[in-house]
C-alpha cells in the first residue's frame, strides 16, 4: 500500500474527522511507532506503520451512538472507505443485505477494522468506535484472528515448526509464528485453520508462499471474540461490543 497523510488515516479508521486529526496531531496525542508526532502533512505507510492516538474520546455528536457491524465479506472487495481500486465493504452495508428480513434504519457512518485482502473472504468488523478500533488494530494488544486456509499439499513437519516459530517473508519483513490449531482432508484438499495476532499485509500468503505451497482460498472467521458463525457471503448483521472483546 502507498504511503498517505497520517490525518487522511486517522480519519479513514473512523477515529474522528480529518480536520480533527490534524488538532490532535499538533497536540502531541497522535504516536507513530511509539513516537509521538507534530508535523503536519507527515505520511505513514499503514501496512508498516504503527499508529496510536491517545485521545480517541472525540467523536462527533452524529457519531456519538456506536454502531457495530459485522460482515462476511465476499472474495473481490476491499476493506477501504473508498472504491477507487474496488468495490468497498461499505457498498454492501446497505438494506438489502441486512441478514434478516426486516429492514433496518441504515443512517449511520461506520469504517472498516483492520483490512482483509481482496482475494480473501469471511468476517470484518465494521463500527465508529475508535477506541474499540485502536484495540483491535495495534499490535501491542494482540487481539486473535483466526483463519481457514485451503491448501494444495499437506503441511510436513518442517514447514509446520517454520510457520510456528515465525519467519522472513521477504521485503524486509519478519512475521512472527502463527498457530495451527485444526487440519482436515477434503478431497483432494487440505484445510487449515489458523490462528494470527500480528496481520502484517497479505502475510498468511506470504508465509505459505514462502513455503512453496499454493493457498487456494483464505476465510476469516473470527476477530476477538466475534465469531462469523453462519452468516451468509455479502450480508451484515449487527452486534454488540461485549460479542467483540
Given at each position: ?22 488538532q490532535l496531531i499538533s497536540e502531541g496525542k497522535v504516536e507513530v ?105 495495534h499490535p501491542s494488544f494482540g487481539h486473535e484472528k483466526e483463519y ?9 513437519k518442517d514447514v509446520k515448526k517454520i510457520l510456528e516459530s515465525g ?79
Open positions: 500500500m502507498s504511503e498517505i497523510r497520517l490525518q487522511k488515516y486517522i480519519a479513514d479508521q473512523g477515529i474522528c474527522s480529518r480536520r480533527k486529526a490534524e511507532n511509539d513516537e509521538i508526532v507534530k508535523e503536519m502533512g507527515i505520511k505513514i505507510d499503514p501496512d508498516k506503520d504503527k499508529v496510536k492516538v491517545l485521545d480517541s474520546r472525540i467523536f462527533e455528536k452524529k457519531d456519538s451512538k456506536k454502531v457495530y457491524i459485522a460482515l462476511n465479506k465476499p472474495f473481490d472487495f476491499i476493506t477501504s472507505t473508498s472504491n477507487n481500486q474496488g468495490q468497498s465493504v461499505l457498498d454492501l452495508i446497505n438494506v438489502e443485505n441486512f441478514w434478516k428480513p426486516y429492514k433496518p434504519e441504515v443512517n449511520f457512518r461506520v469504517y472498516p477494522v483492520g483490512r482483509l485482502d481482496k482475494d480473501s473472504e469471511g468476517l470484518v468488523l465494521l463500527t465508529n468506535d475508535g477506541d474499540l478500533t485502536n484495540k483491535l488494530t481457514e486456509a485451503t491448501l494444495t499439499d499437506k503441511l510436513t519467519m522472513d517473508i521477504g521485503e524486509g519483513e519478519y512475521a512472527q509464528g502463527i498457530k495451527i490449531i485444526k487440519e482436515f482432508n477434503k478431497g483432494r484438499r487440505f484445510i487449515i485453520t489458523i490462528i494470527l495476532k500480528e496481520g502484517k499485509k497479505r502475510q498468511i500468503r506470504r508465509m505459505f508462499g514462502r513455503l512453496g505451497y499454493d493457498l487456494l482460498s483464505l476465510r476469516r472467521v473470527r476477530i476477538g471474540n466475534l465469531k462469523l458463525g453462519t452468516l451468509p457471503t455479502g450480508r451484515w448483521r449487527f452486534v454488540k461490543k461485549e460479542d467483540i472483546v
